[in-house]
């Protein structure tokens, strides 16, 4: 059985980056210009913050 990745976590940015990328990963696949994570500089920043507001969902719902 998977473990949690939130609460086996003990580097909170390194979660946040580890989700952002498997959520572009789960666009990239369907990009026309096969945009890469390390040379997409326009959309990095929204990804990191779309998995920052995740994580902190998750923390609400776990209580931490």
């Known amino acids: ?8 976590s003990n580097d909170r940015d390194a979660l946040i980056l ?5 959520l572009w990963a ?5 990009d026309p210009m096969d ?3 390390e ?3 326009y959309w990095r920043p929204i990804y990191l913050s779309l998995a ?3 994580v ?3 923390e609400r ?4």
């Open 1 to 8: 059985m998977a473990r949690c990745r939130l609460c086996t």
């Open 18 to 22: 580890s989700v952002a990328q498997d």
């Open 26 to 30: 789960s666009v990239a696949p369907h």
């Open 35 to 37: 945009l890469k994570w």
């Open 39 to 41: 040379r997409a500089d």
């Open 52 to 54: 920052t507001r995740a």
């Open 56 to 58: 902190e969902s998750l």
């Open 61 to 64: 719902e776990h209580g931490r």
